[in-house]
C-alpha cells in the first residue's frame, strides 16, 4: 500500500475495489471544500435569520445619515432611541454611544456615515469582550463531549437540540441525545421524533424517571456507541423553582461519576422573541447553574436581534449557536463580525 492510500485510510476516506489511491492533496481539497461550503451556509443562513432586525435597524440609522450631514446632538439622541427600540438594552446603549461620541471627538469625525462604521466597531467590540470571536467547535478533548441543555418550557430547547444534533451529524460527528426531561408528558416523544429525523440515538426512560439515572445510561451509551458528542436535554420548569435547580445538580454530579470534567458545556437556550424578558429569565439560570454559553433561538421571528448585545454583555456569555428559521438546518455558529455586517448589509 502507497502513503497516499495508507494516509486515506488512516483518515476514513472510502475507496471503491479497483479505484487508484487517492492523493492526500485531493482529501484535503475536499476537505477544505467541506469546511467552506459549512461555513458559506452559517453566514447566509445568520444573513437570513437577521432580516427583521436588519430592516428595522438599517432604515433607521440611515434616516439618521440622510437627515444630517453633520453630526449634531440630534444625531446622538436618534441614534440612542434607535438602539434602545433594536432591544440592546440601556446598559449597552449608553456605553456604545458614549464610546462612538469620544472617538468621535478624538478622532474629529463629523460624517454621520463615518460615525457608523464607527458603530459597527463598537457593537463587534461589545461581543468579543465575551469570547464571542472564539469559534464554539473546535477540537473537543474529552469523549464524548457532553452538552447540557438547559431552558424554559417554549423557549425552543427541544427543538434547538434536534437542529444542534443534526448540525454536528452534517459535521461527522457522531451524537447521542439523552431525554433528561422527564417531567413533562410529551418531552421524551417529542425529542425521539427528533431523534429519528436527524438519525442519532436517544436514551430514554419513562416519564418521571430520575434523570439523572437517564444522563448515567446515555453516557455510558455514548462511550459504548464510541460517539462524539452527547446532548443532555433537562426538565423546562420555571427557572424558580428550587427542584430544578437541585435536580441539574444531579445530574452533573451523575455524570461526573463517568468524567470529572463534564458536563463540558451548560447552554442555555433562549427565546429571542422574548426580548428583555427572556433576559430576565437567563439572569436567574446564571445565578443556580454555571452557564458557558447561549443558543438563542427564534431569531429570525423578530425585529430586536440587538437582545444579542444585551446577552453578551450583561451576562457576560457567548453566543454559541442562534435559531434562523424552522428548517431541520435552520441553525447557526455565531460569529461576532458577520452577525454585526448582517445587521446593516442587506
Not at 470571536?133 to 473537543?140: E, K, M, R, V
Not at 454559553?293 to 425585529?303: P, V, Y
Amino acid at each position: 500500500m502507497g502513503d497516499s492510500a495508507f494516509v486515506a485510510l488512516l483518515l476514513g476516506v472510502p475507496r471503491a475495489r479497483g479505484d487508484a489511491p487517492r492523493l492526500l492533496s485531493d482529501i484535503n481539497f475536499r476537505g477544505s471544500n467541506a469546511l467552506f461550503n459549512f461555513l458559506k451556509r452559517d453566514k447566509e443562513k445568520t444573513k437570513e435569520g437577521l432580516t427583521k432586525t436588519r430592516e428595522s435597524l438599517k432604515t433607521k440609522i440611515q434616516n439618521l445619515i440622510w437627515l444630517d450631514n453633520d453630526i449634531t446632538p440630534e444625531f446622538w439622541t436618534g441614534l440612542e432611541d434607535t438602539l434602545v427600540q433594536a432591544d440592546l438594552g440601556g446598559q449597552v446603549t449608553m456605553e456604545v454611544v458614549d464610546n462612538l461620541r469620544a472617538r468621535a471627538d478624538a478622532e474629529r469625525i463629523t460624517s454621520p456615515k463615518r460615525a457608523e462604521a464607527l458603530l459597527k466597531e463598537e457593537l463587534v467590540n461589545v461581543l468579543k469582550q465575551t469570547g464571542q470571536n472564539i469559534p464554539p467547535n473546535g477540537s473537543y478533548t474529552a469523549k464524548p463531549h457532553v452538552i447540557l441543555i438547559v431552558g424554559v418550557n417554549g423557549a425552543g430547547k427541544t427543538t434547538s437540540i434536534g437542529k444542534l444534533a443534526n448540525y454536528l451529524r452534517q459535521r461527522n460527528k457522531r451524537v447521542i441525545l439523552a431525554a433528561g426531561d422527564t417531567f413533562r408528558a410529551a418531552a421524551i416523544e417529542q425529542l425521539q421524533v427528533w431523534g429519528e429525523r436527524v438519525k442519532v440515538n436517544v436514551v430514554a426512560h419513562q416519564q418521571g424517571a430520575d434523570p439523572g439515572a437517564v444522563a448515567f445510561d446515555a453516557y455510558q451509551s455514548a462511550k459504548a456507541n464510541n460517539a462524539d458528542v452527547l446532548i443532555v436535554d433537562t426538565a423546562g420548569r420555571l427557572h424558580s423553582k428550587t427542584n430544578l435547580m437541585k435536580e441539574l445538580e444531579k445530574i452533573s454530579r451523575v455524570l461526573q461519576k463517568n468524567d470529572a470534567t463534564a458536563p463540558h458545556e451548560t447552554l442555555l437556550v433562549l427565546d429571542a422573541v422574548m426580548g428583555q424578558n427572556g433576559l430576565s429569565q437567563a439572569r436567574e439560570f446564571k445565578k443556580s447553574v454555571p452557564l458557558t454559553g447561549i443558543i438563542l433561538a427564534k431569531l429570525d421571528s423578530t425585529a430586536k436581534g440587538g437582545i444579542v448585545f444585551a446577552i453578551a454583555r450583561e451576562l457576560n456569555l457567548p453566543i454559541k449557536y442562534i435559531g434562523t428559521g424552522e428548517k431541520i438546518d435552520d441553525l447557526a455558529e455565531f460569529d461576532a463580525q458577520e452577525f454585526v455586517n448582517d445587521l446593516f448589509e442587506g
